[in-house]
């Protein structure tokens, strides 16, 4: 009777100290806790920063220059004696060079993705990816020069009357440049299929290319195509290799032959510190950033509304 009263106390002793150590604050983990957030403030306060500096800009620009002019305006003329400022012909080249360099890289990505995904073996996988990689590593501006020196040259074998400076090579180099990125993350996500879905497809006679097509590719739709959402978005803000390759004519034309300027070939271009600053040339570069920065932020948006969309769990 008494070891039964002794062994009560002491379970009594030991769950009240076992409540105490739980209730006891752990101020190393509040302090980790406040520290993470304000890593999470730095990312926030940089993103308005950026917004609001380009905000004051553009609205200082369309102070002085129509927003209906600027938006359906057909001429790019920002720094010629008489200035139009219709930037159609910017966004015309800055689409043109994401639509041709998606051509190049979402099929090939997509095709790489799958053979590392489900044909390739571990050790090929091992070769063939960091490869890919480094296409990732390599700088926009030795991508702009292989395109100026190496690219265009094969172009103009083929039709002579291709401009030095023309959209096709830069797009085409555009498209290499964002390969990984597509192919990284669609192999990504079909590694994240089940392999009970494979090996039902399998016991049902299907193919190996079968399983791939029609089984592994469609339960991981939603992040394959918010990898190519990703890839355009990064071509359309792409810097160096269409400063150097496209060149800085700004047409409206769907030539890709033809010399072109994109929205950050000119801000480059004015950005050199050749205008004035606080001037209306100079407040062209955050009106067309403003606008970069949209269709930017439009194409991140969307491919969160395609991932929630159409996003299946296993």
């Not at 291709?162 to 669609?186: D, K, Q, R």
Request: aromatic share 8%.
């Amino acid at each position: 009777m008494v070891e039964n009263v002794k062994v009560k106390k002491s379970h009594k002793s030991s769950s009240k100290k076992n409540n105490l150590t739980q209730q006891k604050p752990r101020h190393g983990e509040n302090v980790i806790k406040g520290i993470l957030f304000l890593f999470a403030l730095v990312s926030i306060f940089t993103t308005i920063g950026i917004v609001t500096i380009l905000l004051k800009e553009t609205v200082g620009f369309f102070k002085e220059v129509s927003i209906l002019e600027f938006l359906t305006g057909t001429e790019w003329t920002a720094l010629f004696a008489n200035p139009k400022f219709g930037v159609l012909p910017l966004v015309s080249g800055t689409l043109m060079i994401a639509f041709y360099g998606s051509v190049v890289a979402i099929p090939t990505g997509l095709g790489c993705a799958i053979y590392l995904s489900e044909y390739a073996s571990k050790r090929t996988r091992k070769i063939i990816k960091p490869v890919l990689e480094i296409l990732a590593g390599i700088p926009s501006i030795v991508y702009g020069y292989f395109a100026l020196t190496f690219i265009t040259p094969i172009i103009r074998k083929f039709v002579p009357d291709t401009m030095v400076f023309n959209a096709l090579s830069a797009s085409i180099t555009v498209g290499i440049m964002i390969i990984p990125m597509v192919s990284s993350l669609s192999e990504d996500a079909m590694k994240a299929v089940p392999d009970s879905l494979r090996h039902g497809a399998y016991a049902l006679g299907c193919t190996k290319f079968e399983v791939a097509t029609k089984v592994v590719v469609p339960a991981a739709l939603s992040s394959i195509i918010a990898s190519f959402v990703l890839a355009i978005s990064r071509a359309i803000g792409e810097t160096m290799i269409v400063t150097l390759a496209a060149g800085s004519t700004p047409n409206l034309t769907l030539n890709p032959l033809e010399s072109i300027q994109t929205m950050t070939a000119f801000i480059v271009q004015v950005a050199k510190g050749d205008v004035e600053h606080g001037g209306l040339i100079y407040k062209t570069i955050f009106a067309v950033g403003m606008l970069l920065f949209v269709i930017t932020l439009a194409m991140n948006i969307l491919a969160k509304l395609i991932i929630k969309k159409f996003r299946e769990e296993y």
